[in-house]
Nanobody, 121 residues
Framework: QVQLVESGGGLVQPGGSLRLSCTASGSIFRIENMGWYRQAPGKERDLVAVIDSDGNLNYADSVKGRFTISRDNAKNTVYLQMNSLKSEDTAIYYC???????????????WGQGTQVTVSS
């Protein structure tokens, strides 16, 4: 019942910036957290950043100091500001939501379709 719509991906030169956004819609009863994962070719899907319902933040070591996650609770939207991008940041970025939908007692993870970020000169 949850749909995650991502935007903001694209091609950027090393050192550049991108801002990703993800808006959740559907019969959401409660959100535990929202965040971003990424998957580069030949690699596993890894955590990039997560923000929980209390505003607590968790970043991958590889992006600390360069990426910032934020949210707009009223819009059920999470953002990822990516600065000082490196070629190794190239990946498909997936928005994720952990929460409870209406009519359920259980938390589930929901995923967006992903948006491509390519960092190349």
């Amino acid at each position: 019942q949850v749909q995650l719509v991502e935007s903001g991906g694209g091609l950027v030169q090393p050192g550049g910036s991108l801002r990703l956004s993800c808006t959740a819609s559907g019969s959401i009863f409660r959100i535990e957290n929202m965040g971003w994962y990424r998957q580069a070719p030949g690699k596993e899907r890894d955590l990039v950043a997560v923000i929980d319902s209390d505003g607590n933040l968790n970043y991958a070591d590889s992006v600390k100091g360069r990426f910032t996650i934020s949210r707009d609770n009223a819009k059920n939207t999470v953002y990822l500001q990516m600065n000082s991008l490196k070629s190794e940041d190239t990946a498909i970025y997936y928005c994720t939501l952990r929460g409870v939908v209406d009519g359920s007692w259980w938390e589930y993870d929901y995923w967006g379709q992903g948006t491509q970020v390519t960092v190349s000169s």
